[in-house]
């Protein structure tokens, strides 16, 4: 890719199953030779309420100290985004969509109309919401003006992981199994196809 493309790859993730997909897929995008921000939404409750959930809090510490929180510069600066979040009840998890929120003044200007994107996601049981979490997020980034970019079934692991709407993986509870080579695949492919349609649409 000799033309200079820009990839926002924005998280939200409480156990780490989340943040391995965005990883992934931020060697995919930097694989195809685009600039990579990676950055991680911040919680919406109080501390005593993420006390509640064991090893949350602890985490939540890592990876703020980890990533930046993403801003409205960084959607501006991006030519390609990824959003992620885990599936809370069948959708995305709040985080994520308190980020949407503050995209108002550049849905106003228009400024994202145009550009790639696409989700990931992860649940806790394989029937959790993995595909209603990725379609549920496309009309947001429809309402944007995004280019919604699936994941289709161009990688072979997409036969055996992820949905066609975007990488997923599956942490199985308590047992919190970390994502599985095919998944990481996957995302590396999402990564790599997003940076690769935005470079297609910034040149048109």
Same mark, same amino acid.
């Given at each position: 890719m000799s033309l200079q493309v820009n990839v926002l790859v924005a998280f939200y +993730?409480?156990?780490? +199953?989340?943040e391995a997909l965005a990883g992934a897929m931020a060697d995919g995008a930097r694989g195809a030779g685009a600039s990579v921000r990676v950055r991680?939404?911040?919680? $919406?409750v109080d501390h005593?309420?993420?006390q509640l959930a064991p090893g949350w809090v602890e985490g939540a510490a890592r990876m703020n100290q980890a990533y930046e929180a993403? +801003?409205? @510069?960084? @959607?501006r600066w991006a030519d390609g985004l990824a959003f992620g979040a885990p599936t809370r009840f069948g959708s995305a998890a709040s985080e994520l969509r308190a980020y949407f929120e503050t995209l108002g003044p550049l849905w $106003? +200007?228009?400024?994202l109309a145009g550009k790639a994107a696409g989700v990931f996601t992860a649940s806790s049981s394989p029937h959790g919401g993995l595909e209603t979490?990725?379609?549920?997020l496309y009309p947001t980034l429809a309402h944007l003006g995004l280019v919604i970019v699936p994941t289709g079934y161009g990688h072979p692991s997409l036969f055996r992981s992820g949905t066609p709407y975007g990488a997923a993986t599956v942490s199985y509870g308590l047992e919190r199994r970390p994502p599985t080579d095919d998944d990481l695949m996957v995302a590396v492919y999402q990564g790599?196809? $997003? @940076?690769r349609v935005a470079a297609a649409l910034k040149v048109g």
């Open positions: +993730s409480r156990n780490g +199953s989340v991680r939404v911040r919680e $919406l005593q309420t993420m993403p +801003s409205l @510069a960084d @959607a $106003l +200007s228009g400024e979490t990725g379609l549920g790599e196809r $997003l @940076a």
